[in-house]
């Protein structure tokens, strides 16, 4: 929640617990009272200055380097102190509580880079932009994250909302001016526009599932009944003896979860307990809790032991699993395992569907299902000029995308200009919601400033 505005803020900048250098930032609207209270003296803006950080009593609580950066030259547009020391919780704690006595109160999670978009220093896709690169645990998804950081991605937003403005005052001027020798409606130019913002919603789009998956990846659910070998494929997949392996039915009793990298794909692979008849209440809670992992996977991969009795398995226990499913968008994939021993050959699986058969224990038929998995979750291992991109930024574009076809697909068809203005007004509202900036009162400056309607 957005309050409190006008406080001074402190905080610990630098990672928690014990290190070599340690970051107090204080954020408001005048330091000077900060710098007297801690350093004992005024430094200059933006130059680092050795100093002793004291306490109340003028005694000296660390010492390091502080710096000063004036509003509005500075990360939150506000006048901005640090003081540099070293990396004692103690330390940092002592001073962190000397600014609270000097004025400050301690920042909630965030208020900063809040502070930074509410000054209009950053967007909100830049703002997520930072905890993302925070939290990137790939090098790919840190350079997706660094370019949102930066504004490659807002600044392709905020072209499509140009260009949306700019088809609006066609449409809308067509509406409100309908006796105007010009037909807007009926203009080539009008729908060659139109047409290059679907695509360039299209081109957009597939950028920004590139950015989210780099950044969230997929989830990945192991399923299928006991011995099936789904924690030997785990381990296959991760390259690490992650899960126990044994000749025993029914080894994995709980949920067991890794995130792994597949040829560059961040994966949340899940295995599960195997699915099967059970008087005994351990395994029957452990195939509930599978059952509420599979009803959150994005992909699903369903093993089956293809060195015993393989088409009873196909026949009566693929597709009781599979028909849990009818109206999911989720993917089923059914994994024809240890072929090492029942000898099928490697690879997709004639006789069904999104099938393949390998062995997780040799690693047969892998490389195919690793390629199938890239291709259905749309990835490319290729991210250059990809920006990070989360759910909501995707969920705004394909509601963009929907409305703009919806738009065109309108006016050629039926002539309907109305119903075209209001599907791009929507449209123009949810691209303008990804950065934050949107206001009911920005096409009205547009209209009256760049087409001159009164003329």
Same mark, same amino acid.
């Given at each position: 929640?957005?309050?409190?505005?006008?406080? @001074?803020?402190?905080?610990?900048?630098?990672?928690?617990?014990? +290190?070599?250098?340690?970051?107090?930032? %204080?954020?408001?609207?005048?330091?000077?009272?900060?710098?007297?209270?801690?350093?004992?003296?005024?430094?200059?803006?933006?130059?680092?200055?050795?100093?002793?950080?004291? @306490?109340?009593? +003028?005694?000296?609580?660390?010492?390091? =380097?502080?710096?000063?950066?004036?509003?509005?030259?500075?990360?939150?547009?506000?006048?901005?102190?640090?003081?540099?020391?070293?990396?004692?919780?103690?330390?940092?704690?002592?001073? &962190?509580?000397?600014?609270?006595?000097?004025?400050?109160?301690?920042?909630?999670?965030?208020?900063?880079?809040?502070?930074?978009?509410?000054?209009?220093? =950053?967007?909100?896709?830049?703002?997520?932009?930072?905890?993302?690169?925070?939290?990137?645990?790939?090098?790919?998804?840190?350079?997706?994250?660094?370019?949102?950081?930066? +504004?490659?991605?807002?600044?392709?937003?905020?072209?499509?909302?140009?260009?949306?403005?700019? =088809?609006?005052?066609?449409?809308?001027?067509?509406?409100?001016?309908?006796?105007?020798?010009?037909?807007? $409606?009926? @203009?080539?130019?009008?729908?060659?526009?139109?047409?290059?913002?679907?695509?360039?919603?299209?081109? %957009?789009?597939? $950028?920004?599932?590139?950015?989210?998956?780099?950044? @969230?990846?997929?989830?990945? &659910?192991?399923?299928?009944?006991?011995?099936?070998?789904?924690?030997?494929?785990?381990?296959? $997949?991760?390259?690490?003896?992650?899960?126990?392996?044994?000749?025993? !039915?029914?080894?994995?009793?709980?949920?067991?979860?890794?995130?792994?990298?597949?040829?560059?794909?961040?994966?949340?692979?899940?295995?599960?307990?195997?699915?099967?008849?059970?008087?005994?209440?351990?395994?029957?809670? +452990?195939? !509930?809790?599978?059952?509420?992992?599979?009803?959150?996977?994005?992909?699903?991969?369903?093993?089956?032991?293809?060195?015993?009795?393989?088409?009873?398995?196909?026949?009566?226990?693929?597709?009781?699993?599979?028909?849990?499913?009818?109206?999911?968008?989720? &993917?089923?994939?059914?994994?024809?395992?240890?072929?090492? =021993?029942? /000898?099928?050959?490697? /690879?997709?699986?004639?006789?069904?569907?999104?099938?393949?058969?390998?062995?997780?224990?040799?690693?047969?038929?892998?490389?195919?299902?690793?390629?199938?998995?890239?291709?259905?979750?749309?990835?490319?291992?290729?991210?250059? /000029?990809?920006?990070?991109?989360?759910? *909501?930024?995707?969920?705004?574009?394909?509601?963009?995308?929907?409305?703009?076809?919806?738009?065109?697909?309108?006016?050629?068809?039926?002539? !309907?200009?109305?119903?075209? !203005?209001?599907?791009? *007004?929507?449209?123009?509202?949810?691209?303008?919601?990804?950065?934050?900036?949107?206001?009911?009162?920005?096409?009205?400056?547009?209209?009256?400033?760049?087409?001159?309607?009164?003329?």
């Amino acid at each position: 929640m957005i309050q409190n505005n006008n406080d @001074d803020i402190v905080a610990i900048a630098s990672a928690k617990g014990r +290190g070599g250098i340690g970051i107090v930032r %204080v954020s408001g609207t005048d330091v000077y009272s900060y710098m007297d209270g801690v350093l004992g003296k005024n430094i200059n803006p933006r130059l680092a200055a050795y100093s002793k950080f004291l @306490d109340s009593s +003028g005694s000296t609580i660390d010492e390091g =380097i502080a710096l000063y950066f004036p509003a509005p030259s500075s990360f939150t547009g506000e006048s901005v102190i640090e003081f540099h020391g070293h990396g004692g919780v103690v330390v940092l704690d002592a001073l &962190v509580a000397r600014c609270v006595e000097l004025g400050a109160r301690v920042a909630r999670p965030g208020e900063f880079s809040e502070r930074a978009f509410l000054n209009d220093k =950053i967007d909100l896709t830049q703002a997520e932009a930072i905890a993302d690169l925070i939290d990137a645990s790939t090098v790919e998804a840190a350079r997706s994250a660094v370019r949102s950081m930066q +504004g490659d991605f807002s600044l392709v937003v905020n072209q499509l909302v140009d260009d949306m403005i700019y =088809i609006r005052m066609y449409v809308e001027a067509a509406i409100d001016f309908p006796e105007e020798e010009v037909d807007f $409606l009926n @203009d080539d130019l009008l729908l060659g526009k139109l047409n290059s913002l679907q695509q360039s919603l299209k081109d %957009v789009l597939k $950028l920004a599932r590139q950015g989210s998956l780099l950044k @969230d990846g997929i989830t990945l &659910v192991l399923a299928g009944k006991p011995n099936a070998g789904k924690s030997s494929l785990l381990n296959a $997949l991760s390259g690490n003896e992650t899960a126990i392996v044994t000749s025993i !039915a029914g080894t994995t009793r709980d949920v067991l979860r890794d995130r792994i990298l597949v040829n560059g794909l961040p994966v949340n692979i899940v295995d599960t307990a195997g699915l099967r008849e059970s008087d005994d209440p351990i395994e029957k809670e +452990g195939m !509930a809790r599978a059952w509420k992992e599979i009803e959150l996977a994005d992909r699903i991969l369903f093993l089956v032991d293809s060195s015993v009795d393989k088409e009873y398995e196909l026949k009566k226990v693929w597709p009781e699993f599979y028909q849990r499913f009818p109206e999911s968008n989720q &993917v089923v994939t059914l994994l024809l395992n240890k072929i090492d =021993i029942s /000898g099928l050959q490697a /690879g997709p699986y004639g006789k069904a569907d999104n099938a393949f058969s390998i062995s997780a224990t040799n690693k047969d038929g892998i490389d195919a299902l690793v390629e199938d998995l890239h291709h259905g979750a749309g990835f490319d291992s290729v991210s250059e /000029g990809v920006f990070s991109a989360r759910r *909501r930024h995707l969920a705004s574009l394909e509601a963009a995308l929907k409305l703009v076809t919806t738009g065109l697909n309108q006016l050629q068809e039926a002539g !309907a200009g109305e119903l075209l !203005a209001e599907d791009l *007004r929507q449209a123009q509202f949810q691209l303008s919601e990804i950065t934050g900036q949107f206001t009911s009162d920005d096409l009205l400056g547009h209209i009256f400033s760049s087409f001159c309607i009164g003329k």
